[in-house]
């Protein structure tokens, strides 16, 4: 990706952005004014759609075949995802900026767990995961932090453990002021999905495979999935 597109990226929502907490803070107050209406209107995405059924099925398929072992749904939401995960036969937990979004999961999926946390510090140990999912979890933060965040799910993940990337694809930023039948405030970055590769390989991820689709309805946008892995052979499970 060229130094002026990039550019684009980091520019393209304005001058005045707050500094990183109180951005977080920005993207957790509006995900817990949505969340119900969140989790009640979007309930069945991931399992309608056949692109991302082949994808999280070729996830949880690398995960199991590596030995398996514990999972992380970053930016869980509501739990949809890491519903679908558990289904798939991965010892899946959800984790999220939201407490909304936490509790709404909590209620929808009790035999699950969820925590509240945020990608730019984890309150996991270094090597503890067999994989990670970072779907669309990406997408509110702003580039310049996507280096630390990418070293951040290198930390935590196992030698040979797993991550697969769900995100739009663009060099722009679109600001929301309504969502989900309410007013909110949230940045939704779009990003070259060879820009996202250049990242996750500097953070010491091996690139294992992308996918790029054109939009469908009602996506306004191409979307992007990245296969990443942690070099390293995996550990033997009860080893």
Known sequence: MSTDSRTRVESSVGAGIPPESDYLDVIRASYDTVAVDYAELLESAHVDSPWERAVLATFAELVLRAGGGP?????????????????LGLSVS?????????????????RLRFDEGSMTALELPDGGLAGLAAWYSIIHLRPELLPGV?????????????????FKVGNDAVHLSHAYGHPLALDVYR????????????????????LRREAEEPENTPQAYLFARKPGEAATPNA
């Open 71 to 87: 999972v992380v749904d970053l930016g869980c939401g509501p739990g949809r995802l890491t519903g679908y995960l558990a289904a």
């Open 94 to 110: 959800g984790i999220d900026l939201s407490p909304g979004m936490v509790a709404e999961a909590r209620r929808r999926h009790p």
């Open 150 to 166: 990418f070293a951040e799910l290198h930390r935590v993940l196992a030698p040979g453990g797993h991550l697969v990337l769900g």
């Open 191 to 210: 990003l070259p999905p060879e820009h996202v590769a250049d990242l996750v390989r500097g953070a010491g991820f091996e690139v294992r495979a992308e």
